[in-house]
Nanobody, 120 residues
C-alpha cells in the first residue's frame, strides 16, 4: 500500500509563500506520477498540479500557473508544492495523491490533507 503524509500548511497573509511537502511510503513512488489537489469549503476537490515520475513533465491548473511550482525528490520519496504570491482564494485543504497509472489529473491514493489559510 501507498501512504502519503502532507505537511507545511498554515495561516499566512496574502502575498506570502508556503511550501507543502508530501512524504510517501512504498516502493512504487519513483515510478508513479504524483499530484496536488485542493478542496475549499463548500466546493469540490480540484486539480492543482501534477508531475511525472521522472519530474520532466509538470502540469498546472490555470489558476496557479506562474505562482505554484511542483517538484519531487525520488531519493527522499517526497513531492513538494511551492506556493508563491498566495491569494485568499487559495484557502483550502491541500491533498497529495499518487495518480492513477497513465493519468495526469486523477488521483488513486490520497493523503489526509493539510490546511492552507490565506488572510487578506
Amino acid at each position: 500500500q501507498v501512504q502519503l503524509v502532507e505537511s507545511g500548511g498554515g495561516l499566512v497573509q496574502a502575498g506570502d509563500s508556503l511550501r507543502l511537502s508530501c512524504a510517501a511510503s512504498g516502493r512504487t513512488f519513483d515510478t508513479a506520477a504524483m499530484g496536488w489537489f485542493r478542496q475549499a469549503p463548500g466546493k469540490e476537490r480540484e486539480f492543482v498540479a501534477s508531475i511525472t515520475w521522472s519530474g520532466y513533465t509538470k502540469t498546472y491548473a490555470e489558476f496557479v500557473k506562474g505562482r505554484f511550482t511542483i517538484s519531487r525528490d525520488n531519493a527522499r520519496n517526497t513531492v513538494y508544492l511551492q506556493m508563491n504570491t498566495l491569494k485568499p482564494e487559495d484557502t483550502a485543504v491541500y491533498y497529495c495523491a499518487r495518480l492513477r497509472p497513465g493519468s495526469t489529473y486523477v488521483g488513486e491514493y490520497w493523503g489526509q490533507g493539510t490546511q492552507v489559510t490565506v488572510s487578506s
